[in-house]
């Protein structure tokens, strides 16, 4: 079982293009989460999932759009990169979005950087 | 706002114990996790806390104070792998995590 799986590991973007970076789990699990982590700040939420077929805003969105059209996968894609998009993204699902013991598991992220 | 607040480095030595803070001011509360994140890594998950008091697992622990918005990771027995850093989150009411910017954990001989 691979758990969490992203790709690609990094990638260095010129600023105006586009990009998906592509994010697949193998648990079954419910929600699915994209974050941003930059130096000095706690992992951002940019958008969130609870299940197939819907999708939330988290704390910054802005630049982002994602996708859910089945369990597994959860695309986040940047329409025009901009420098300030430069960061690692780490995808993370987790069993159920409320209620209990709501544990998020992690993949092993992207390191962007856009110029 | 929502806050959480964690000390920026800490360092300790090999075989000692180390007890590393965070303070949380969320809109609600559903629970407090913590994290362990080794340089280049993912974060993994370590505890979690939604009751009063102290959890035991292993050489770490965490405990939780609800009223006084207050927690605690303790790692006993430390160990050279256990430099990393350490990442306090609170889930609010709407079941999404709040981060700390992290505790980065300097171990040294």
């Known amino acids: 079982i691979a758990g969490i799986t992203q790709a690609p590991t990094s990638q260095i973007l010129a600023a105006g293009r586009r990009m998906t970076l592509r994010c697949t789990q193998d648990m079954r699990h419910n929600a699915m989460y994209w974050y941003r982590q930059d130096l000095g700040l706690g992992l951002r939420l940019i958008h969130y999932s609870n299940t197939a077929g819907t999708t939330g805003k988290g704390e910054v969105p802005d630049g982002y759009s994602v996708s859910r059209a089945n369990t597994d996968d959860f695309p986040l894609t940047l329409a025009s990169a901009v420098p300030s998009q430069t960061s690692v993204y780490f995808c993370?699902?987790?069993?159920?979005?409320?209620?209990?013991?709501?544990?998020?598991?992690f993949g092993p992220g992207t390191r962007l950087t856009v110029l | 706002g929502q806050n959480i607040d964690q000390p920026t480095e800490m360092t300790a030595t090999e075989g000692a114990i180390v007890q590393i803070n965070c303070t949380y001011q969320t809109s609600g509360f559903n629970g407090l996790f913590w994290y362990q994140q080794h340089a280049g890594e993912a974060p993994t998950f370590l505890s979690y806390n939604v009751l009063d008091g102290l959890e035991e697992k292993g050489r770490f622990s965490s405990f939780l104070s609800r009223s006084k918005g207050y927690s605690y990771l303790l790692l006993k027995e430390l160990q050279m792998k256990d430099s990393a850093s350490y990442l306090c989150?609170?889930?609010?009411?709407?079941?999404?995590?709040?981060w700390g910017a992290g505790t980065k954990l300097i171990i040294k001989p």
């Open positions: 993370a699902s987790s069993d159920s979005l409320a209620g209990g013991k709501d544990t998020q598991y």
């Open positions: 989150a609170s889930m609010d009411s709407n079941y999404q995590l709040i």
